[in-house]
């Protein structure tokens, strides 16, 4: 006899729900593992993310340092008056100091350190920087109302009155 229309067996039954389990624990695996993979993206995406920011931030700082170094050589080339030397300083990306006074390392040689911060992050930088003397005639040939030559010399000047 054979079985009406519409009826399982109890047999294809069975067959459908171990097929169907199956493809249920498959579903469910793939999207554990699509889920973890997911996760770990964006966990190193956040993580570079943050890498890239303090990098940005510790060149900043490198750079406010090296700020602060030329403010220390623009405080030596004014020795006499210390009063109008500038020790920190503010700028867009952070803050510079220059520590006080610089070392003298001998004849006309100094330490200069100074600090950059910028965000977080915070270089200190240490420069030795000499004064290179000037020469006697660095402004020999300059007088207010003209230069006398005296004896065999000859000048050969640009006079801006007469144009080129």
Same mark, same amino acid.
């Given at each position: 006899?054979?079985?009406?229309r519409?009826?399982?067996?109890?047999?294809?039954?069975?067959?459908?729900q171990?097929?169907?389990?199956?493809?249920? %624990?498959?579903?469910?695996?793939? &999207?554990? &593992?699509? @889920?973890?993979?997911?996760?770990?993206?964006?966990?190193?995406?956040?993580?570079?993310?943050?890498?890239?920011?303090?990098s940005?931030?510790?060149?900043?700082?490198? %750079?406010l340092?090296?700020? @602060? &170094?030329?403010?220390?050589?623009?405080?030596?080339?004014?020795?006499?008056?210390?009063?109008?030397?500038?020790?920190?300083?503010?700028?867009?990306?952070?803050? %510079?100091?220059?520590?006080?006074p610089?070392?003298?390392? @001998?004849?006309?040689?100094?330490? &200069?350190?100074?600090?950059?911060?910028?965000?977080?992050?915070?270089?200190?930088?240490?420069?030795?920087?000499?004064?290179?003397?000037?020469?006697?005639?660095?402004?020999?040939?300059?007088?207010?109302?003209?230069?006398?030559?005296?004896?065999?010399?000859i000048?050969?000047?640009?006079?801006?009155?007469? @144009?080129?």
């Amino acid at each position: 006899m054979t079985a009406p229309r519409g009826r399982r067996t109890a047999c294809s039954t069975e067959g459908s729900q171990q097929r169907a389990g199956a493809v249920m %624990f498959l579903s469910i695996g793939a &999207v554990l &593992v699509l @889920g973890t993979l997911g996760a770990t993206l964006l966990m190193q995406s956040l993580q570079e993310a943050s890498l890239a920011r303090r990098s940005a931030a510790g060149q900043s700082a490198f %750079f406010l340092a090296d700020t @602060g &170094v030329d403010q220390a050589l623009v405080n030596l080339r004014t020795p006499t008056d210390a009063s109008d030397d500038v020790l920190t300083g503010t700028l867009s990306t952070g803050t %510079f100091t220059v520590d006080s006074p610089p070392e003298a390392l @001998g004849s006309q040689r100094w330490k &200069v350190t100074t600090r950059g911060v910028s965000v977080t992050e915070q270089r200190r930088m240490e420069a030795v920087v000499q004064s290179a003397p000037k020469s006697v005639f660095e402004f020999a040939v300059f007088g207010e109302n003209g230069v006398s030559v005296s004896g065999s010399a000859i000048t050969d000047s640009y006079d801006s009155r007469l @144009g080129s």
